[in-house]
């Protein structure tokens, strides 16, 4: 199993067929019931946020594999509102990580006459810039998702190096025609995926 957080939904492909979506437990138990079934076609899964492949061990018993998984994503009920949550009085609890900076002599008399001081100086900028790359980063990060399915799922595929152009140029319609052929179910998740792109 991946180290990595996992996104709360995945799809599984056997072959270029779709057998499953959902949250990782459920896609595991349907694609364990395959397995006991004689599947013999390749088994990959997905997950559905960056198209990392997830690792499940099948071995032995349904509760067994699903005992190996990481639990469910739930979704934090402090978050909601439907529920108060005491604070004890005081600053809050940022989760502030110390570590070093190496900024040259002016940079450091610039924090340091900022009010709040040098860490409340970066912080803004930090949360500044961060604001500001929002969308690049977003549009980034859902290109490489499609990307990286399209790799594993799609590489051979006729108007593959096409799709991808069009893929990083935002060519929505371009990307469209060159998909088309591709098997159906292996083209919709490309397709579901390249909204994020393209939106």
């Not at 199993?1 to 896609?27: N, P």
């Not at 061990?57 to 909601?80: C, E, H, I, S, Y």
């Not at 469209?176 to 292996?186: S, Y």
Request: charged share 20%.
């Amino acid at each position: 199993m991946s180290t990595t957080q996992l996104s709360a939904f995945c799809t599984a492909f056997a072959g270029t067929r779709c057998i499953a979506a959902g949250d990782l437990h459920a896609v595991a138990a349907a694609v364990k019931q395959l397995v006991d079934q004689g599947e013999q076609t390749h088994i990959l899964i997905f997950d559905d946020t960056t198209s990392e492949p997830i690792e499940v061990d099948f071995r032995g018993t349904l509760q067994a594999v699903l005992n190996r998984l990481p639990p469910p994503v739930v979704q934090n009920v402090a978050a909601t509102g439907s529920e108060t949550v005491a604070r004890a009085p005081g600053r809050p609890k940022l989760g502030v990580v110390a570590r070093e900076v190496t900024l040259l002599p002016r940079h450091w008399e610039w924090l340091a006459a900022q009010s709040g001081g040098a860490s409340v100086a970066l912080r803004k900028l930090v949360e500044a810039a961060s604001r500001a790359n929002e969308i690049k980063d977003r549009i980034r990060q859902a290109q490489e998702a499609a990307y990286r399915f399209m790799s594993a799922m799609a590489g051979n595929f006729p108007g593959y190096e096409e799709a991808v152009r069009a893929l990083f140029a935002n060519q929505p319609e371009q990307f469209g025609v060159l998909t088309e052929a591709w098997p159906t179910d292996v083209r919709d998740h490309v397709r579901m995926l390249a909204l994020r792109v393209f939106m």
